[in-house]
């Protein structure tokens, strides 16, 4: 037989017998799924380990980055670095770098100092009142960074793996695969060793290197969620100083929002035994007026239930009543008229998420933006699951609710300035158009500033407006051809004070009763939650009926 070696160039090799080019390839298996797999997994380990992004941290703006030394760096620059070990599996760690204040925040006159440094210890305050939301924002962040980079080198590797193949070809690619096609096996093992090496690598550090997480921790943590935590360099002083006090402060808040909480709870209760007592009492049954003889509302439906606060101003340690009481009251919607933030700026995006992780599984929340948020905030709202109302009518629960944000900003230290084209005359105005001409009908006005709606209530194409603004309770009382109710804060807000902290001023919420058939409020209740931790729930108060209206579209 004639050896491969000896065919004169230029004419076909003569293959022995049952030996072919295919049975020399590499199988399937190494050809395809083992380098498949080897890009998966570098690509997974690139984009995880290398996954960044920028969020606030208190009233600083931050940078977040994976790293690979199983623990939480804060970095504040010269001052130093707190330090505490990862929860994160495979030895990843997470390395905060503190930044600057935002401008927005520190934008102020002289004057007004002193109140912007004040506004920075509320802020850090805030922001380890409720520090969940920052973790699930940072967590949401980085895994989509993560993502994001993981599938850009999985895409370069794919580009460069089939352009390796167009240019050898389908010859050379089969010259350079049949002396491996002996060794399958061991490539495969090779394969799988080196991608447990790159994870193990990256992603896995020793006891012995993780040292620096694991030191003596200040004492100023123990007893708190930082116990064990190592601060170093200048930042060690400072805490040591001044860290009892801050925790203090700290630990009084969380313990006074509890009693709150407590309170609250045992007053639902209290007030529930009597609605059910009541219930219980046989009572003449009132002959039915000639509006419910024409329009009887069937048994089979239940009123939906309505839970509206406004101007939390970021007080997140009302946060979890705000949820209890969505809990107990069995709220379908939670209407937020307002003001969620301070000042609009992006370190806020704590408050919006706690507030929004607050609601119930499954209870939407809707909010018309106020004069103190942003369409940064706004934003961050809507992320978060909300409902934000921009001007449209948006049904809800089968409520149909018009609102629209602020048109004025109202910034610490800066006054109040307009951010939009319109007055709120013109964005009264044009929200009035908007309920006259919905031939559906609108349910509820929902807007900060109670003076937008008087035009809408005048011209009676809405029979309820719900709003904030004014800090203090009004109504509810007919306005026009409507009902207007204004809702005192329920972050207890008093004009130049702050909203951190114990209650400075009664926080309010009210609970209301949707009609689905008549469409319109049944009744209102009144929660307040008092400075001394104290809380009450007033009795169901019947909602003023509108006055009739008859519109040229015939929409009521």
């Known amino acids: 037989m004639t050896a491969a070696s000896d065919v004169p160039a230029g004419e076909p ?75 994160l599996p495979l030895g990843l760690g997470v390395r905060v770098t503190v930044q600057e204040i935002p401008a927005s925040v520190t934008s102020v006159d002289a004057s007004s100092t002193l109140q912007s440094l004040s506004g920075d210890l509320q802020g850090y305050l805030q922001f380890f009142s409720g520090p969940q939301a920052t973790i699930h924002d940072v967590t949401r962040a980085l895994l989509a960074s993560a993502a994001r980079r993981s599938l850009t080198v999985l895409a370069v590797l794919v580009g460069l793996w089939f352009s390796g193949r167009l240019l050898l070809g389908a010859r050379r690619r089969a010259e350079l695969a049949a002396p491996l096609a002996p060794y399958a096996h061991q490539l495969a093992a090779g394969s799988l060793v080196i991608a447990l090496g790159l994870t193990v690598l990256t992603s896995s550090v020793g006891e012995r290197d993780r040292s620096s997480t694991v030191g003596a921790g200040s004492p100023v943590f ?53 609605i059910d007592a009541a219930s219980h009492t046989p009572t003449p049954t009132p002959s039915p007026s000639a509006d419910e003889a024409a329009d009887p509302v069937p048994k089979a439906e239940q009123p939906i239930v309505l839970l509206l606060v406004s101007d939390l101003h970021c007080n997140v340690g009302m946060a979890p009543l705000v949820g209890k009481a969505a809990q107990l009251s069995g709220a379908k919607v939670i209407l937020d008229a307002g003001d969620t933030t301070i000042d609009g700026t992006a370190v806020e995006q704590y408050c919006v998420t706690t507030f929004a992780e607050a609601a119930p599984a499954g209870v939407p929340i809707v909010t018309s933006p106020g004069n103190h948020d942003s369409k940064e905030t706004s934003a961050m709202y809507r992320s978060a699951g909300a409902t934000v109302l921009s001007g ?37 105005s044009r929200l009035a158009d908007v309920a006259c001409d919905d031939t559906d009908g609108v349910d509820l006005l929902l807007i900060h500033n109670p003076r937008v709606g008087d035009e809408t209530l005048d011209r009676g194409c809405v029979p309820t407006q719900l709003s904030g603004h004014m800090h203090t309770r009004m109504g509810p009382l007919r306005t026009g051809s409507g009902v207007r109710y204004v809702s005192a804060s329920t972050a207890g807000a008093l004009l130049g004070e702050p909203t951190v902290g114990p209650l400075r001023n009664t926080a309010e919420l009210t609970v209301l009763r949707f009609d689905p058939v008549k469409r319109q409020i049944l009744d209102y209740q009144l929660i307040e939650v008092r400075t001394d931790t104290s809380a009450s729930v007033g009795p169901r108060i019947a909602w003023p009926r509108p006055l009739p209206v008859s519109l040229p579209n015939g929409i009521r």
């Open 13 to 87: 090799s003569r293959e022995p017998a049952g030996e072919t080019p295919a049975r020399r390839r590499l199988p399937f298996w190494l050809r395809v799924l083992v380098p498949a797999g080897l890009a998966l997994a570098v690509s997974l380990v690139v984009g995880v380990t290398t996954a960044t992004t920028e969020l606030s941290l208190g009233p600083h703006e931050a940078r977040y980055d994976v790293t690979t030394d199983g623990g939480i760096t804060v970095d504040v620059g010269p001052l130093g670095t707190l330090v505490m070990s990862s929860p």
């Open 222 to 274: 123990n007893g708190t969620a930082l116990e064990g935590a190592r601060v170093t360099g200048r930042l060690a002083g400072v805490i040591n100083t001044y860290g009892t006090y801050v925790l203090d402060a700290y630990r009084t808040n969380q313990a006074f929002y509890a009693a709150a909480d407590d309170a609250f709870t045992a007053a639902w209760k209290d007030r529930q035994g009597r």
């Open 392 to 428: 449209e009518v948006a049904t809800v629960e089968g409520i149909r609710i018009l609102g629209d944000s602020d048109p004025n900003a109202t910034r610490i230290g800066a006054g109040t300035t307009l951010v939009g084209k319109e007055t709120s005359r013109e964005e009264g």
